[in-house]
């Protein structure tokens, strides 16, 4: 076993006195100021700290790429949801929040220089290679990225974005940003994801209806308090407003309208809602009176109310079917009253709802012979809703006679915060460098899983003449033959080159007419 050397100074000390270091003392009074300086020097795995002492003697450039990985399985063992392509989201932010600009200042260095003093005992940190960049670049980063254009649906398997060094002084910094840039997996992962459960929407609406009407908002976003922090809010809920427009996680509108932008005011959008508080607040014996007062309290726009307080069904037959009957069907199509159970097993409860709500509110047929409930009624389903359970419940409906025009969807923990890396198998990987002035292409290819092996080479994107994309390698994309690179230059020397609205990102990710007829 190694020893573990005794700190060179009481912990959160400097290691030259007994007292805080000057950079403490001041990290110490922005906080109390509630300021916070993002310091790109500590943006990155420990072990990346070395790595500059690690690369071949004279090496000049690192070149990278970020892919989500095709996954080989056994078929027997596959998930329901095999995820075959993904949505391109989220560098933009990365880059406008964290990298652009002067991100490396002295300040920044001493800082970094006393970190890792401590956390490393010794004095391991590439000091010279960041001042250098201070003071050759103006403390800008020597690399350029390129990308595909934002809300790309790409195919596994192919490369999304590279990064490269641009200063032969700097090849080591290339791979220092991966860890910022890999955490890019959230926000492509949460779009995907949201993207898969619009494709089943869209399939079972339009089969049950004979149109996609409304099928934007028919995924609401309740997963807010559900995440880790205020940040994976915003990143997660923009994600999923790639997709769609109903959310309440209203951080995400704010990241949406700061890093990309929206023709329209806001770009997500909710409908007054009942909580379990202000229906218990009046007293089980009054719920009939809380549902009347809430109702009366909205009159021209929907209003969703949560209704399983005690007893789902005595609430849908009683008190709406009959107590309040009036009330509700005073009410227009554009003012619904929304019927929200929260608790039971989703699919039974959801065709409960709908029998119980249907011999009370006699539903029509529609062209394609299934049941709607009149336009001043509905239900949302947001409890247990994920990506399998969204397909059973409209599979349930489908064989039921059930339109899903009758119903939306709030998922919460499932929608932003039930997701790892490893789910799309997000990885990036060197595949080129230059030493001694040759360039090499290099790549990994592990004997225990196939499914690890890495790409070589400079990469390029294309779209074939059948529509398919492929990634080529070792420079072949170079070659007039294969026609335009689909990476564009987004991030080069410090500066944000190509932007895309939000507009743009939802176009790019919208469901193609090629995929509606796949799903018909």
Same mark, same amino acid.
């Given at each position: 076993?190694?020893?573990?050397?005794?700190?060179?100074?009481?912990?959160?000390?400097?290691?030259?006195?007994?007292?805080?270091?000057?950079?403490?003392? =001041?990290?110490?009074?922005?906080?109390?100021?509630?300021?916070?300086?993002?310091?790109?020097?500590?943006?990155?795995?420990?072990?990346?700290?070395?790595?500059?002492?690690?690369?071949?003697?004279?090496?000049?450039?690192?070149?990278?790429?970020?892919?989500?990985?095709?996954?080989?399985t056994d078929p027997s063992k596959s998930r329901k949801v095999k995820y075959e392509k993904t949505v391109f989201y989220g560098l933009q932010y990365i880059l406008h929040k964290?990298?652009?600009?002067?991100?490396?200042?002295?300040?920044?260095?001493?800082?970094?220089k006393e970190v890792y003093r401590e956390h490393f005992q010794d004095d391991v940190f590439n000091e010279k290679g960041w001042t250098y960049i201070l003071e050759k670049h103006n403390g800008q980063l020597p690399i350029e990225i390129k990308a595909v254009p934002e809300g790309s649906v790409i195919p596994r398997g192919n490369v999304l974005f590279t990064v490269e060094s641009t200063d032969p002084e700097c090849y080591w910094l290339t791979n220092w940003v991966e860890t910022i840039l890999v955490q890019i997996w959230y926000p492509i992962t949460v779009a995907t994801n949201s993207r898969e459960q619009k494709k089943i929407l869209a399939k079972y609406l339009y089969e049950t209806s004979g149109n996609l009407d409304g099928l934007e908002y028919k995924l609401h976003d309740f997963g807010y308090r559900g995440v880790s922090s205020q940040e994976t809010a915003g990143i997660g809920a923009s994600a999923h407003l790639v997709n769609f427009k109903g959310t309440d996680t209203v951080a995400g509108i704010s990241v949406i309208k700061k890093y990309y932008g929206t023709k329209d005011p806001v770009p997500g959008f909710s409908v007054p809602a009942a909580e379990h508080s202000t229906i218990t607040a009046w007293g089980k014996d009054h719920e009939k009176d809380a549902f009347e007062h809430i109702i009366k309290q909205f009159p021209s726009v929907p209003v969703s109310i949560v209704s399983d307080s005690y007893d789902i069904y005595n609430a849908c037959e009683k008190i709406w079917g009959e107590d309040l009957r009036g009330l509700i069907e005073s009410r227009s199509a554009d003012a619904p009253l929304v019927v929200r159970p929260d608790s039971g097993n989703p699919l039974d409860t959801v065709l409960k709802v709908l029998e119980i709500l249907g011999k009370k509110f006699i539903p029509e047929e529609n062209s394609k012979g299934y049941k709607v409930l009149p336009p001043y009624i509905r239900v949302i389903q947001g409890?247990?809703?994920?990506?399998?359970?969204?397909?059973?419940?409209?599979?349930?409906?489908?064989?039921?006679?059930?339109?899903?025009?009758?119903?939306?969807?709030?998922?919460?923990?499932?929608?932003?915060?039930?997701?790892?890396?490893?789910?799309?198998?997000?990885?990036?990987?060197?595949?080129?460098?230059?030493?001694?002035?040759?360039?090499?292409?290099?790549?990994?290819?592990?004997?225990?899983?196939?499914?690890?092996?890495?790409?070589?080479?400079?990469?390029?994107?294309?779209?074939? =003449?059948?529509?398919?994309?492929?990634?080529?390698?070792?420079?072949?994309?170079?070659?007039?033959?294969?026609?335009?690179?689909?990476?564009?230059?987004?991030?080069?020397?410090?500066?944000i080159v190509k932007t895309y609205t939000f507009d743009e990102v939802r176009d790019n990710a919208k469901l193609k007419e090629s995929e509606l007829e796949e799903l018909h």
């Open positions: 076993m190694t020893p573990v050397r005794p700190p060179l100074a009481p912990p959160g000390l400097s290691s030259s006195s007994f007292g805080p270091s000057h950079s403490q003392l =001041q990290r110490s009074r922005k906080m109390e100021r509630g300021e916070t300086d993002f310091n790109i020097m500590l943006a990155t795995d420990s072990y990346k700290v070395t790595h500059y002492k690690q690369y071949p003697p004279n090496t000049s450039k690192v070149y990278s790429y970020f892919e989500c990985r095709e996954k080989r964290y990298l652009k600009g002067k991100v490396v200042t002295p300040q920044k260095i001493q800082e970094a409890d247990g809703v994920d990506i399998n359970t969204l397909q059973e419940i409209v599979e349930g409906m489908k064989e039921h006679r059930w339109s899903i025009e009758n119903i939306a969807f709030g998922s919460g923990g499932a929608l932003l915060q039930k997701l790892t890396r490893d789910l799309l198998n997000c990885s990036f990987k060197c595949s080129y460098v230059v030493t001694n002035g040759l360039g090499v292409n290099v790549f990994k290819d592990p004997v225990a899983d196939p499914n690890k092996r890495s790409k070589k080479g400079r990469l390029s994107l294309h779209r074939t =003449q059948s529509g398919d994309f492929v990634t080529l390698e070792e420079g072949k994309g170079e070659l007039e033959e294969y026609g335009v690179d689909l990476l564009h230059t987004v991030f080069q020397n410090g500066k």
